[in-house]
């Protein structure tokens, strides 16, 4: 079993149906209202463990309902939340969603996700240097993120990092990263370079970028500069929420098999998650991924 260690973000998406998006001042009658888990940090870590990887997380929630309902979610998954804090001041992290027709407007509050210090992850320094991976996002303070690197650097942990949302990275932090897994758009934002073309993007960080491209799949640059295209696989989609989180967390669980095999594991699994409602309800088990793949 592949041990991941998880440092991010942990959100309840609060999602209403509206029949138009409201103008400033009105109110709107809805017709529907659900609440679903999210994060980038959770959404990964739920789909490694259902991927069949040992994880544990560090997170913040709220000392709030919503909070609770988020750890009593992740440990039904399987996840070990022992390393996840719970902040006094700040609220859980929401995403409140409206969607009407095929779009959405979504507000963000980060609240105790913005809590969680270079200290609390310092503070789990055992639980990083025990792992086998390491896997965090950009929905956690920069500095925070920059700890985990130093830690699992230290420890010789290999740091997938999903730079999502992007932001510039400095090279002192790139050099820390294993495995940097963004977009396209992602890439030429962390790299500054928004008119290159992706390989060449690919081939100023070799060996680091495995950068996803929707129905395409994934690509890669090796150390020796050979161009590595893993094709996604072909599905009838329903809704491609969370397939970013499923690739990442796929990529993490089969690491230890080399990057080709787990890129493809990764596009396979990706690939079965759109075929369902939900970033999380789409989340497939290791066993149905090696039946897909068969
Ligand atoms: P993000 O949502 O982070 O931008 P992508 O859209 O690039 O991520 O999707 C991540 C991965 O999910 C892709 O590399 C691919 O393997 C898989 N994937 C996404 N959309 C589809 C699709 N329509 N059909 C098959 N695989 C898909």
Redesign the pocket.
Known sequence: MTKVAVVGSINMDLVALVPRFPAPGETLIGSRFETFPGGKGANQAVAAARLGAEVAMVGCVGGDGFGRELLSGLAAEGVDTSAIHVSGEASTGVASILVSGGENTIVVVPGANHCLTPSMVEASEQLIASADVVLTQLEIPLETVEATARLASRHRVPLILNP?PAVRLSRALLDQVACLTP?EH?LATVLGAPSLPFPDMLALLPGKVVM???????YHVDGSGQFWH?P????S?VD?TG?????NAALAAAWQGGLRQAMRF??AA??L??TRLGAQGGMPSAAAVESFLQ
């Open positions: 999502a977009n992602e996803t491209k929707g129905e395409h799949g994934a893993q996604g696989f072909a599905v989609a491609t397939a970013g989180d499923t690739f990764a596009a990706a690939a998650s759109v």
